[in-house]
C-alpha cells in the first residue's frame, strides 16, 4: 500500500515536470505580431495605410491643426462658449499669451512625430521585403516620403529647425536619447529631396485604379515641392513645379466655389489632395465633430471664422456665404430655418464642414466629410503668385483670373484685376489666397511667409486687430516645454525669446 | 482445587463487580464568557474511549466508574479535567483559550503555532468580517489589521483599494489573495458570514514562499470549515439601511450671484437680472442620491464527525446603492467538506458558486455631474417629462440614470479540491488542484431619447453584449515533514505548482432594434448594418518550485527558511525564471530563565527578517512586439476601408519581474498572564526593477516603452496593542493598531517624471513620494491692483485673482514656479477598537483614522462651461476688496483654475467606523424551540467622519497609484445602519 502511494506520488512529480518545457511558450491571442508586419508585402501595405490613418488623428484634424494652422491668426476664433476649459486656453493662445506648456501646439508637434514614426516604418522596412512588383515598393515608399514631407513641413514653419528622424530605433535605451534640432536649411533641404524622389515614383492621379483613389499622386508630391519652395522664396522653382501640375492636364477647378468643401463632391476634379474619413459609428471624423454650430448636433462650435475675415472680403464675394454661415441664416444646402444656436457663441460656423440636414445618426461625430490638404486654386494662386514676383505680370493676372472667374459665378461682382505694380499685385493675390482659402490651414503659415517677404507685416497685422502681445518670438511655437523637460543635457536649445 | 477455582471466579467476579460499578453522571457545560451554554462539548473518560457529546442545551450524561477523570474539551476553550469524586452532578464552566500561543496561525502552505511564527502576520478573527454591512470582507480590515491601508468605495459590488505596508510599485499594488490555498485577484465571491479568519503576511520572511507574487503582501482567507460535534445550523439574517452623507451645493439664487460674478469677471454682461428671486431651486444631489435597504442572510450547516467535516452554507446579500441602477446583489453556495477515506487518506474540497447580478452605473454620468448641473433647471419640466438642463450631454442626471440599463449577470465557481496522504509517520503529502471559472454577461440597451431638444439625447437605439469567460486553474502538490527529537523540532515544506490563466471575450453590437422592450434586448433584434463585433483573449502561465524549512531549538530560537522558484510565460525566455528566497531569526524568550523571573511578563519574542519577493502583475504579452487591429488604422481610399496596421509602441525584449527586498525587524510581547499585548515592527522595503515607461521624447512618434528601471522604497512602523480583562460578569478589552508609511521614489532610469493623474495635476519624480500634485503655491488673495504691481510678474493677474508665490525669485511667475503641493499617501494610519461586555450584552466602539493624506478636490475646479453650479465653500469667494484671503474671484479659465494649492486640501479623517451593541438571548423560551444560541445585534458603520475635507467623502479609492487622491467620479463611502440576529438551533 505504502509503495504504490510513493509511485503515485513519483508520477505526479514527474508529470510535473515533463509538462513545464512547453507550457511556459505562450503566444498573444488574437493579436497578429511584427513578425507579419515588418517582414511580408502584406504587412508592408498595412503600415501604410496606418500612416494614412494617422491623418485623422485629433492631433493632425483636430484641435492640433486648428489652434497651430488657423487659431493664431486673423481668420479664426476659439469658437464654442467662453466657459470651456479649452476656449480659455486657446484665447490665451490666440492674444499671444501662452506658455510652451500650450497643451493643442503640443499636440500637433506630437501628431507630427507621430505621423513621421509611421511612415518611418515603411521607409525602413520596405527595402528587405520581397515585393511581386518592385515597382509597387518603390511606389509604397514614395507614398510614406509624401506623407513624412507634409509632417516635416508643418514642423519647419511652426518651430522652424527641428530634429530630423528618419529611422524608428527599437532598442529602449538609444530611443531614449535626444536627438538635437537641424537647422532650417537642412529641414528644407531634407523636403526637397524628399518630395524629388517621391515625384520620380508616383503616378499621376488618374493612374491609379478606381479603388486606391485618395492615395500621394504625382500631382500632390509636385504641390507640396511647389509651397516648399514658395516658404523658402525660391520663387522660379516654384514656378516651376506649379506649371508641371498645371500642365499635366490631370485637374481643374469645379465649376463652383461650394464644391471645394462639400460631402457630395468629394476627390474630385479639383482636388490634389484630401484627409479621408468615411461615414462609420467607429471612426470618428476629428476635423468635422469639433466644428459646425454648437447645439445642433453639427458640432461642438470649435473654430468659428472670425469677424475679420467675414469683413474682409470684397463686396458681393459669392465666397463669403460659402464659407461662412452666419447665425440666423437658413441651413446650408437643405434650408431649414430657425436653427437654435447654443448660448454664448460666435454667431458664424465654419460652412466648409457643413452637412445638408436631415443628418444619418452619428452624423457629426462620423460623417463622411473629407479635409482637403490642398487644391488646384492653391496651384493657381502660387503660379499667380511667382509670376508677379519674377516680372511675369501677365500670366500671374491670367492665374488670378481664373480663380476670381469662378468665384464670380457670372455675377458683376470680383472685377478682375488690373494692376500692374508689383507690391500692389502681390497685396492683392495674398487677400486672393485668404478669401478663395479660407479656413483651411493655411493661413497662420501664410502670416508667417508674407512677414519674410515684407519684414513688419506680421506685427502690423496683429497690432490692427488689438492683438498688441504679438513680439518677434511669436514667429516660431515654442519646441513643447514637455521636450525641453525631457532634454536634462541641453541638447535641445529653445526658440529665442521662449 | 475445584474450591479455589470457585474462590477465583467470585474473586473475578467480585472485581468485575467493583469495575462495572458505575455512576452516571450529568451537567451542564456553560462558556464563561456569557453564561451561554455550550452544545457539542467533549466529554470523555481519561485513558479510554468512553465518551459523550453535550446536547444543545449544554446538559450531557455519561455513565463511568466511580473513579476517574473526565475530560472537558471545545474548540477554541481551555480543557478541563474534573475528578469524578462521588459527584452525580457535574457542571462545567469553560474558560476561553487566551490569545492562545499553541494557536494555529495560518501562513503560506501551512499552519504554524504561534509562539514558532517567525514572520511579520496579522490575524483577524472571522466574527470581525461576520457583523460587517459592506459586501467585500476586506473593509473590515480597516484598522483591525496594522500595515494594511483599505480605500473604501460605496459602490456595491466593487473591491476596494488595497495597499500593505506602503505603494511597492506605480504598477498594480494590490496584495495576492489566496482563499483555502487557491491564489485569485479579487475577493468579490466571498461571503462574509463563511470566513473562519484572514491572515495578512507582510514580511518576506511570510511572504517569499509566494515567490512572484509576494511582493505586495498576501492575505490569506480560511473559510469556516466543519468543527461541531453536533451537526448545528446558523442562520444570520441582517436588514439594514444604507444611508449617504450629505453634499451641500448652493441654492439656485446664490448660483445666480455668483453666475453673475463670474460673467462680470469674464467680460460679459451677467445672466440673472434678479438672482434672489431664484429662490432654492433644484438640490441635484437630493434629486439622484438616496438611501436604500441592505439585505444579507446566511445559513449554514455544520458538522464534524469521526471521519468527515462538513461545512455547507448558503447565502444572499442585496445591497441596491445609493443611486438608482448602481446595485449588486449575490447568491452564494459554499461546500467545505472533508472526508477521511482511511486514517491516513483523507480528501476534501472547498468550494463556492456565485450567481450574482450587477447594475453598472456610468460614475461619470452621474458622480461626474451632479455638482455640475444648474440649480436654477428642474428634473422635470411642467409636462412632467425630463427637463433639458442645457448643460452637456447627461446633464440631467436623474434622466441618464432613466435612460441606462447596463448590467452584468455574473455566474463564478472557485476552489479546490484536495487529496491529504500521511504516510512514514510524520510525512504529509499534499495535492489540490483549484479552480477559478467565471462567465460574466454584459448587456447594454441603450434606447432612442431625446430630453427636451437638447444635446441629451441619443438617436439611434443600441445594445452592447459582452460575453466573457475566466478559465483559471492551479495544481499544488507539497510533502511536509514534521518531527520533533528532543528539544529539536524541525518542519521541512518542498513543493511543485504549476498554474494557468486564461481568459476570453466576445462582443457584439447592433443598432436599430426592431423595438425596445427588454424581450428584444439581444443582437438579432437589430438591424445587420453597422453591426460590429470583436473576439480578443489572454493567456498566462506558471510553474514554480518551493521549499520551506522552520527549525526550533528549546522552543526558545527559530529559524525559518524559504525559497522559491517561478517561471512565467510573462517574461522572455532567459529571464523567465526568478528565485526568491527568505530568512529569519526569531528568539522566544518567554522559556528563557529571566524573562520566567518576571511573573508580569507572559510572553516575549523578538525577530528579524529578510527576503525578495517579486511582483508580476504586467500585462501577458508585453515583450511582444503586437500590431494594432483597430479601426484607427485602417486607410479609407474610394470611401472604401483599407486594413491597416501598425505596431502598438516600442518594445522591450527584456523585460522582467519587480523585484522587493523587504527587511523587518520587530517583537511581539505578552504581559500579565497574555492581558496585555503587544506587536510591533520596523519594516524596511525597497522594490527594484520597477516597470517605468522608458521616457522617450515626443519626437520619437511612438509610446515610451517599459524597462526594469526604476526603484521605490517604503519604511515605517506597524504596530498593535491591546489590552484585555474579564471581572466577574464584566469584561472589556481595548486595543489599537497604528501604521506609518514613508514612501519614496529612488530611482526612475531615465524618466525626468511621470506625469499623471487628471489634466497633469500629478508627478512622479526621485526623492519623493508617488504620484504628489503638482502647481503653485497660493499664498493669498489680490484685493487690489497695487499688491499685483508690487508682487513679481504675474501675467493677466487682476484683484481677486490667487497670488502664486514666486518660488524662484525671478520676478516671473511661470511653470518654474511650481512645486510640489500635496501628497495622497497617509503619513500614519491608527484605529482603535474598544469592547465592553456585560453578561449577555457587548457593546463595542471602533474607530479609524488616516492623517497626512492629502486630496485634489477636482469636483470644485471642473468646470466647462459659464453654466456649472457650485459647492457651498464658494460662498466665501473674494467679491471685492478685503472680502477673502484664500478664494479667488469666480472665474471659469484662467490662473485661478491652474493647479495650485487651491485645490488641494487635507484630507485626514478620523471616522466612527464601527458601533455594534449585541445581546446573547439566554431565556428559556430558546430550549423550547430547540435553539441553542440567538444573539440579536444594532450595528452602525461609518457613522461620521471628522474631517476638514468639503467633498463627499475622504475615502478616495483609485485604479492606480499614480491617480491616487484625485477627488473626480467617486462613489462616495455611506453610512449603514443594521439590525441583525444570528440564531444556531
Redesign the interface.
Known amino acids: 500500500m ?1 509503495n504504490i ?2 509511485i503515485l ?1 513519483l508520477l ?2 514527474v508529470a ?2 515533463s ?2 518545457k512547453n ?12 513578425d ?2 515588418f517582414k511580408s508585402e502584406a ?1 508592408i501595405n ?8 494617422e491623418l ?2 485629433f492631433n493632425l484634424s483636430g484641435f492640433g491643426w486648428f489652434v497651430a494652422k488657423e487659431v493664431g491668426s486673423d481668420d479664426a476664433n476659439p469658437g464654442s ?5 479649452s ?3 486657446m ?1 490665451d493662445f490666440q492674444n499671444f ?1 501662452y ?3 500650450e497643451t493643442d501646439l ?1 499636440s500637433f ?2 501628431g507630427n ?6 511612415a ?2 515603411v521607409i525602413q522596412y520596405a527595402p528587405n521585403v520581397k515585393f511581386t512588383d518592385t515597382a509597387d515598393r518603390a511606389r509604397y515608399i514614395g507614398e510614406a516620403k509624401f506623407l513624412r514631407a507634409l509632417a516635416y513641413f508643418n514642423l519647419v514653419r511652426g518651430w522652424g529647425g ?2 530630423l ?1 528618419t529611422k ?3 532598442d ?2 538609444s ?2 536619447k ?2 538635437p534640432r537641424s537647422s532650417v536649411a537642412e529641414v528644407y533641404a531634407f523636403l526637397e529631396k524628399e518630395l524629388n524622389e517621391a515625384i520620380g515614383v508616383l503616378p499621376l492621379k488618374s493612374g491609379y485604379p ?6 500621394a499622386t504625382k500631382g500632390a508630391a509636385q504641390t507640396l515641392l511647389a509651397q516648399v519652395y514658395l516658404f523658402q522664396q525660391k520663387n522660379s522653382d516654384c514656378l516651376k513645379e506649379c506649371m508641371n501640375v498645371i500642365n499635366s492636364g490631370e485637374y481643374s477647378l469645379y465649376p463652383k466655389y461650394w464644391m471645394v468643401s462639400n460631402v457630395n463632391n468629394q ?1 474630385g476634379a479639383e482636388s490634389i489632395f484630401e484627409v ?3 461615414y ?4 470618428a471624423n476629428s476635423w468635422q465633430q469639433w466644428q459646425g454650430v454648437r ?1 445642433t ?1 453639427s458640432g461642438w462650435g470649435f473654430f468659428s471664422p472670425s469677424l475679420s475675415l467675414a469683413n474682409s472680403y470684397e463686396a458681393g464675394d459669392p465666397r463669403r456665404d460659402y464659407s461662412i454661415y452666419f447665425k440666423g441664416e437658413p441651413w446650408p444646402y437643405s434650408g431649414e430655418t430657425n436653427i ?1 444656436w447654443a ?2 457663441t460666435d454667431p458664424r460656423a465654419n460652412e466648409k464642414t457643413m452637412l445638408p440636414r436631415p443628418f444619418p ?2 452624423f457629426a461625430g462620423h460623417s ?1 466629410l473629407n479635409r482637403v490638404v490642398m487644391r488646384y486654386a492653391d496651384v493657381l494662386l502660387m503660379a499667380a503668385e511667382c509670376d508677379n514676383e519674377l516680372g511675369n505680370t501677365s500670366d500671374a493676372l491670367k492665374y488670378l483670373e481664373m480663380v476670381r472667374a469662378r468665384a464670380r459665378e457670372g455675377k458683376p461682382v470680383l472685377p478682375e484685376i488690373t494692376e500692374t505694380n508689383m507690391i500692389k499685385l502681390r497685396h492683392i493675390i495674398w487677400n486672393e489666397r485668404r478669401h478663395e482659402l479660407a479656413d483651411e490651414g493655411y493661413r497662420a503659415y501664410d502670416i508667417r511667409r508674407y512677414d519674410k517677404v515684407e519684414p513688419g507685416f506680421a506685427k502690423k497685422l496683429y497690432d490692427a486687430l488689438g492683438r498688441t502681445n504679438y513680439s518677434a518670438k511669436d514667429a516660431l511655437y515654442p519646441i ?4 525641453m ?4 543635457k541641453g541638447v535641445l536649445q529653445q526658440n529665442p525669446g521662449w | 482445587m475445584v474450591m479455589k477455582k470457585i474462590l477465583f471466579f467470585i474473586f473475578l467476579l467480585v472485581l468485575n463487580l467493583q469495575l462495572i460499578a458505575q455512576v452516571t453522571i450529568q451537567g451542564t457545560v456553560k462558556s464563561v464568557t456569557d453564561g451561554s451554554t455550550l452544545p457539542g462539548v467533549s466529554i470523555l473518560l481519561k485513558g479510554t474511549t468512553t465518551g459523550t457529546v453535550s446536547d444543545l442545551n449544554g446538559h450531557y450524561s455519561i455513565t463511568v466508574p466511580k473513579k476517574g477523570t473526565l475530560v472537558f474539551s471545545y474548540i477554541g476553550f481551555k480543557s478541563q479535567e474534573i475528578a469524578i469524586a462521588n459527584n452525580a452532578v457535574i457542571d462545567v464552566i469553560l474558560s476561553p483559550q487566551s490569545v492562545g500561543l499553541n494557536q494555529l496561525v495560518v501562513i503560506g502552505y501551512g499552519t504554524v503555532k504561534k509562539s514558532d511564527l517567525t514572520g511579520s502576520v496579522s490575524s483577524v478573527k472571522g466574527s470581525a468580517f461576520a457583523l460587517q454591512s459592506s459586501d467585500n470582507p476586506v473593509m473590515a480590515l480597516q484598522g483591525r489589521a496594522s500595515g494594511v491601508r483599505v480605500i473604501g468605495s460605496g459602490q456595491p459590488g466593487t473591491s476596494p483599494t488595497v495597499q500593505i505596508r506602503g505603494i511597492g510599485t506605480i504598477g498594480n499594488s494590490s496584495p495576492l489573495y489566496v482563499v483555502d490555498g487557491m491564489m485569485v485577484n479579487n475577493i468579490l465571491f466571498l461571503n462574509n458570514n463563511d470566513i473562519a479568519s484572514v491572515e495578512i503576511l507582510k514580511d518576506a520572511s511570510a511572504t517569499a514562499i509566494y515567490g512572484s507574487r509576494g511582493a505586495n503582501g498576501v492575505i490569506l482567507i480560511t473559510t469556516k470549515k466543519g468543527s461541531s460535534l453536533k451537526p448545528t445550523f446558523s442562520f444570520n439574517y441582517s436588514e439594514g439601511i444604507e444611508k449617504p452623507f450629505p453634499f451641500k451645493l448652493v441654492t439656485a439664487a446664490q448660483y445666480g450671484q455668483l453666475i453673475n460674478e463670474g460673467n462680470i469677471n ?1 467680460g ?1 454682461a451677467p445672466a440673472f437680472p434678479n438672482p434672489k428671486a431664484l429662490g432654492q431651486g433644484t438640490d441635484w444631489y437630493d434629486a439622484a442620491v438616496h438611501s436604500s435597504v441592505v439585505h444579507d442572510y446566511q445559513l449554514s450547516f455544520n458538522q464534524k464527525t469521526k471521519n468527515s467535516r462538513y461545512y455547507i452554507s448558503v447565502g444572499y446579500h442585496g445591497n441596491p446603492g445609493i443611486v438608482n441602477k448602481s446595485g449588486y446583489n449575490r447568491y452564494t453556495i459554499r461546500l467545505n467538506n472533508q472526508y477521511d477515506l482511511t486514517k491516513k487518506i483523507s480528501i476534501g474540497h472547498n468550494v463556492t458558486f456565485v450567481s450574482s447580478h450587477q447594475d453598472n452605473m456610468n460614475l461619470g454620468h452621474v458622480f461626474g455631474w451632479l455638482y455640475r448641473v444648474p440649480p436654477t433647471e428642474p428634473v422635470y419640466d411642467q409636462n412632467g417629462a425630463f427637463n433639458d438642463v ?1 448643460v452637456g450631454s447627461n446633464g440631467n442626471v436623474p434622466a441618464a440614470i432613466y435612460y441606462t440599463h447596463n448590467y452584468t449577470n455574473r455566474l463564478r465557481a472557485v476552489g479546490n479540491a484536495y487529496l491529504n ?1 500521511n ?2 509517520k510524520d510525512f504529509t ?1 499534499k ?1 489540490s488542484i483549484g479552480i477559478n471559472m467565471q462567465r460574466a454577461q454584459n448587456t447594454n440597451f441603450i434606447p432612442v431619447y431625446h430630453v427636451g ?3 441629451q439625447k441619443n ?2 437605439n443600441s445594445v452592447y453584449k459582452k460575453w466573457s469567460m475566466v478559465k483559471d486553474w492551479i ?1 499544488e ?1 507539497t ?1 511536509t515533514y514534521d518531527k520533533t527529537f528532543g528539544l529539536h523540532h524541525i518542519t521541512f515544506l518542498a513543493g ?1 505548482t ?1 498554474q ?1 490563466n486564461y481568459s ?1 471575450s466576445l462582443i457584439g453590437t447592433r ?1 436599430n432594434l426592431f423595438a425596445e422592450d427588454p424581450s428584444l434586448w439581444y443582437l438579432n433584434a437589430g438591424a445587420t448594418d ?1 453591426q ?1 463585433n470583436a ?9 514554480s518550485w518551493l521549499t520551506r524549512v522552520n527549525y526550533s531549538y528549546q522552543d526558545k530560537y527559530l529559524i525559518t527558511v524559504t525559497m522559491r522558484s517561478d ?3 510573462r517574461f522572455p ?1 532567459g529571464q ?1 525564471t526568478g528565485y526568491f528566497p527568505s530568512a529569519a531569526l526569531a528568539w522566544n524568550l518567554t522559556n528563557e530563565s529571566f524573562i520566567q523571573d518576571l511573573k508580569w511578563v507572559s510572553y516575549a519574542k523578538i525577530r528579524a527578517s529578510w527576503g525578495k519577493v517579486g511582483n508580476d502583475k504586467i500585462g ?2 508585453r515583450y ?6 483597430s ?17 502598438t509602441g ?3 525584449t527584456n523585460v522582467t519581474w519587480e523585484t522587493s527586498e523587504s527587511k523587518d525587524i520587530g517583537f511581539n510581547l505578552g504581559l500579565f498572564n497574555n492581558k496585555f499585548h503587544a506587536d510591533f515592527d520596523y519594516y524596511s522595503r525597497v522594490t527594484k526593477g520597477m516597470l517605468v515607461d ?9 509610446s515610451a ?1 517599459e ?1 526594469n528601471v526604476g526603484s521605490v522604497e517604503n519604511k515605517g512602523i506597524d504596530m498593535k496593542v491591546s489590552f484585555r480583562e474579564t471581572r466577574g460578569d464584566f469584561r472589556y478589552s481595548i486595543g489599537m493598531t497604528g501604521t506609518t508609511i514613508n514612501n519614496k521614489v529612488l530611482d526612475l532610469g ?1 524618466t ?2 511621470i ?1 499623471s493623474g487628471w489634466n497633469n495635476s500629478s508627478r512622479t519624480t526621485v526623492g519623493e513620494p508617488i504620484g504628489y500634485f503638482y502647481g503653485y503655491k497660493a499664498i493669498g488673495v489680490f484685493q487690489n491692483q497695487a499688491q499685483i504691481d508690487a508682487h513679481a510678474t504675474q ?2 493677474a487682476k484683484p481677486g485673482d490667487l497670488i502664486f508665490a514666486d518660488l524662484n525669485h525671478d520676478g516671473v511667475i ?2 518654474a514656479d511650481r512645486t510640489k503641493i500635496g501628497s495622497p499617501i497617509p503619513k500614519f494610519m491608527a484605529g482603535t477598537n474598544l469592547m465592553f461586555g456585560y453578561k449577555s450584552f457587548e457593546l463595542m466602539v471602533d474607530m479609524y483614522g488616516s492623517f497626512g493624506n492629502d486630496i485634489l478636490n477636482v469636483k470644485a475646479v471642473e ?6 453650479n457650485f459647492t457651498t465653500q464658494f460662498l466665501g469667494r473674494w467679491h471685492g476688496s478685503g472680502t477673502s484671503n484664500t478664494i479667488p474671484r469666480i472665474t ?3 490662473q485661478n ?1 491652474q493647479w495650485s494649492t487651491r485645490w488641494v486640501e487635507n484630507g485626514s479623517f478620523w471616522k466612527i467606523q464601527t458601533v455594534r451593541l449585541s445581546y446573547n438571548i439566554t431565556s428559556s423560551l430558546l430550549k423550547k424551540v430547540k435553539i441553542a444560541k440567538a444573539q440579536i445585534y444594532l450595528d452602525g458603520e461609518n457613522l461620521h467622519y471628522f474631517t476638514k475635507y468639503h467633498g463627499s467623502t475622504p475615502e478616495i479609492s483609485s485604479s492606480s497609484p499614480l491617480v491616487a487622491g484625485i477627488d473626480r467620479k467617486i462613489y462616495p463611502m455611506v453610512a449603514y445602519y443594521t439590525f441583525g440576529a444570528i440564531i444556531t438551533f
Open positions: 505504502k502511494k510513493l506520488i505526479l512529480v510535473g515536470v509538462c513545464s507550457f511556459l511558450d505562450v503566444k498573444p491571442l488574437a493579436n497578429p505580431s511584427t507579419v508586419l504587412g498595412m503600415l501604410l495605410n496606418a500612416t494614412y490613418a485623422r488623428s462658449n467662453a466657459g470651456d476649459h476656449v480659455a486656453r484665447r499669451s506658455l510652451p506648456t503640443n508637434w506630437s512625430y507621430n505621423l513621421i514614426a509611421k518611418n516604418l527641428v530634429p528622424i524608428v530605433v527599437s529602449p535605451t530611443a531614449a535626444v536627438i478606381a479603388n486606391e483613389l485618395g492615395r476627390n479621408q474619413f468615411q462609420n459609428l467607429d471612426i447645439g448636433g437654435h448660448a454664448g445618426p452619428g463622411p513643447p516645454q514637455i521636450e523637460d525631457f532634454d536634462t | 469674464e460679459k442645457g496522504i504516510f512514514l503529502f495535492s431638444t437638447g444635446s438617436n439611434v495544481w502538490n510533502i511543485y504549476a494557468k476570453e443598432y453597422g460590429t473576439n480578443f483573449a489572454s493567456t498566462n502561465a506558471i510553474a517561471a512565467s510565460s525566455k523567465r501577458d504579452f511582444f512586439g503586437l500590431a494594432t487591429t479601426l484607427a488604422n485602417y486607410a479609407i481610399f474610394n470611401n472604401m476601408l483599407q486594413v491597416g496596421s501598425s505596431v516600442l518594445v522591450n522608458i521616457g522617450v521624447p515626443e519626437t520619437v512618434g511612438f516603452t524597462g531615465t525626468k517624471q506625469i501675467a493677466t511661470n511653470a468646470s466647462y462651461s459659464s453654466l456649472d471659469y479659465g484662467g483654475k
